[in-house]
T-cell receptor
């Protein structure tokens, strides 16, 4: 299995509070991604990174920010969590943007009350 | 921009029966196509992919998919399913230029009934 961990694995937070999710890889892959998975919507890309301090927006980036200060870590921040951000969040990594396999982490279940 | 349509959100099938999970894509340029599988409470993992060459691609656990350019489809098939195939299956597409991330479909939940 690819070395990807996500923390925390579960989190319950209140509306309006800031939340940071962490993705850590040990594979030295260039690309890292954050997705959210919701019933009926499948997997939607939030942000991705193509190198340290290099990031780009995905399909559903509003309300989220990311940072990548080291190759191995990719942080997803919800500045002020809303109930619509209740979801399962997956981190993924890959060597190439589109042709190589993406390896997924175990997911973080976030509940915003 | 590319898009993916998975025509069935849920597919129930009896054990040892054949199954087809349908995937159609839309793109103005050449594409790469993928099927990912998600077992309960896990992340996604690659099942098979089409990049070029033979339009029929196979996985190690008996699934196959055929790239049909004229019909813009990449349907996933298995001649005989097992209980262990119960999972959610995602079709994904990307531009063959390699400059854009994958775009995933909404998923098809395959339930194998004993």
């Amino acid at each position: 299995d690819a070395g990807i961990t996500q923390s925390p694995r579960h989190k319950v937070t209140e509306t309006g509070t800031p939340v940071t999710l962490r993705c850590h890889q040990t594979e030295n892959h260039r690309y890292m991604y954050w997705y959210r998975q919701d019933p009926g919507h499948g997997l939607r890309l939030i942000h991705y990174s193509y190198g340290v301090k290099d990031t780009d927006k995905g399909e559903v980036s509003d309300g989220y920010s990311v940072s990548r200060s080291k190759t191995e870590d990719f942080l997803l921040t919800l500045e002020s969590a809303t109930s619509s951000q209740t979801s399962v969040y997956f981190c993924a990594i890959s060597d190439r943007l589109s042709t190589y396999e993406q390896y997924f982490g175990p997911g973080t279940r976030l509940t915003v009350t | 921009a590319q898009s993916v349509t998975q025509l069935d959100s849920q597919v129930p099938v009896f054990e040892e029966a054949p199954v087809e999970l349908r995937c159609n894509y839309s793109s103005s340029v050449s594409v790469y196509l993928f099927w990912y599988v998600q077992y309960p409470n896990q992340g996604l993992q690659l099942l098979l992919k089409y990049l070029s060459g033979s339009t029929l691609v196979e996985s190690i656990n008996g699934f196959e998919a055929e790239f049909n350019k004229s019909q813009t489809s990449f349907h996933l098939r298995k001649p005989s399913v097992h209980i262990s195939d119960t999972a959610e299956y995602f079709c994904a597409v990307s531009e063959s230029s390699g400059n854009t991330p994958l775009v995933f479909g909404k998923g098809t939940r395959l339930s194998v009934i004993a």
